[in-house]
């Protein structure tokens, strides 16, 4: 037995809830996306439990936050939750000035209504850099928005710009009731948890022995549900958590999904800075003869992009050092890009952002995730998934809707020739990647990236 045909078996072997075809739905764009997540819970009736990195203070979270509290207004007994970082929802964006963060946007609703709504801080470090939640899932009733987006304008298209994500609606009650159960067992109920709606709330370092004990439950965690038997006109469904580097079933998956690819490999990444061991298991599908599609995004579209134009910060630097990384993989495989049995998609759509991120195996396996395959994700941040199993193809049609609509503000790489030199960049930029070769902080930075 080949190496490939071994890892499709452990995939075979995963535990997996049955779906109905028609009940998965691929939504194209990130306006779909914000006006499905509306009509969801506008008509909601059990509960409403939203998780993202954040939800942010501007017009579109605003938006949602004030459709969580008609909701909950109109129908007090409705269960609604939202989970979002400990520690980003307590501060400012990158550059901006010092401010209480999206806190005080919860405080404000909570004040203005008699029904209020717990948003809650989950803690998944003692400080933010060295991991946080990055958990997703949308469990509205019984049906699982799963996207990478958080909330806020650009990821909501509320105005002209957007950033670019995938969007799957399920509707399944034992998925929804798996993921809802996770969330309260694992989350809600921890002391490290706490509500930010509060004038007066608990200083991070009073939580750091619970912070400590949610972490140690986290790496031991998963989805429980009754496994069910998949008939040949169903697919299945298979939702995995992780966190952390030892023991993480996602991470491990990811790598024994890739290594089960016997024709065709296609991958997402908004941040190209694969983790050792995917380096090493995508080196291995090209080996093997498997044919392999990348798509990431230009380094204009990358959310930290900062126009020559205006004034350099640091942060600026980091779609430059993902572009180094591509090229540099580009170019140790030129032979196979040349055989065209690699193809390097670049998305770039005027002044966009892209942060896709999935995996899709020989057409019968398709991973649906907010992991961005970096080292960050690896070792850091909570992160989970959702792996949908088509052994008969039931979903063909609709993975080709979403890859054709991915692809099409893409521009395929002939060669590595095709992507930016360092010698190209800004100068600014160039001193700043000169600086970290010569401290050789290249390894420590891409594990944080």
């Known amino acids: 037995m080949d190496s490939a045909t071994a ?19 691929t939504l194209l764009d990130a306006g779909a996306f914000r006006e499905r997540l509306h009509q969801e819970i506008a008509r909601a009736t059990k509960r409403i439990y939203l998780v993202a990195l954040y939800l942010q203070d501007d017009e579109a979270g605003r938006s949602i936050l004030q459709a969580l509290y008609d909701a909950k207004q109109l129908r007090p007994e409705l269960d609604i939750k939202v989970l979002v970082d400990w520690h980003r929802a307590q501060r400012g964006l990158i550059g901006a000035e010092k401010s209480e963060g999206n806190a005080a946007l919860y405080r404000e609703f909570a004040q203005s209504y008699q029904h209020k709504i ?4 989950v803690p998944v470090r003692n400080r933010e850099v060295f991991g946080v939640l990055h958990l997703k899932g949308f469990i509205i009733d019984n049906t699982v928005i799963y996207s990478g987006a958080s909330l806020n304008d650009v990821y909501l298209a509320q105005h002209q710009r957007y950033r670019y994500d995938r969007y799957h609606v399920l509707k399944n009650t034992k998925l929804a009731d798996s993921m809802a159960h996770f969330v309260q067992r694992t989350l809600v109920d921890s002391e490290a948890v706490n509500c930010l709606n509060q004038q007066t709330r608990p200083e991070t370092k009073i939580l750091r022995n619970a912070i400590k004990q949610l972490r ?11 496994p069910e038997p998949i008939a040949n006109d169903q697919v299945g469904l298979t939702p995995i958590v992780g966190l952390g580097r030892r023991k993480n079933n996602l991470n491990k998956y990811i790598c024994t999904l890739i290594a089960s690819a016997k024709h065709e490999l296609t991958i997402c990444t908004p941040y190209f800075n ?12 090209l080996r093997r003869g498997v044919k392999i599609t990348l798509i990431v995004g230009d380094k204009t579209a990358n959310d930290f992009y900062i126009p020559p134009s205006e004034p350099f910060r640091t942060i600026a630097g980091l779609p430059y050092l993902y572009e180094v990384n591509l090229r540099s993989f580009a170019k140790h495989n030129e032979a196979a890009i ?65 890859l054709s609509a991915i692809l099409r503000h893409t521009q395929l790489m002939g060669s590595y020739k095709f992507i930016d030199k360092v ?6 930029v160039r001193r700043l990647i000169k600086r970290i070769r ?6 420590i930075l891409n594990q944080i990236l």
């Open 216 to 226: 140690l439950e986290l790496q031991r965690a998963s989805y429980y549900f009754d």
């Open 274 to 285: 694969f983790p050792r061991s995917v380096s090493r298991e995508v080196k291995r599908a």
């Open 423 to 428: 010698d190209s960049y800004p100068l600014p």
């Open 118 to 121: 717990e948003v809650l801080g």
């Open 338 to 402: 040349a055989r065209r049995q690699l193809a390097i998609h670049i998305w770039k759509h005027d002044d966009n952002s892209f942060h896709l991120k999935g995996i899709w195996v020989d057409r019968q396996y398709m991973l649906i995730t907010g992991n961005n395959l970096n080292p960050r994700a690896w070792k850091l941040d909570l992160e989970n998934a959702i792996l949908v199993h088509d052994k008969h193809e039931l979903l063909a049609e609709q993975k080709q809707q979403e």
């Open 7 to 25: 890892n499709r078996q452990l995939i075979d072997q995963l535990p997996r809830i049955a779906h109905q075809p028609e009940d998965i739905e």
């Open 438 to 443: 010569r401290l050789k902080a290249d390894h």
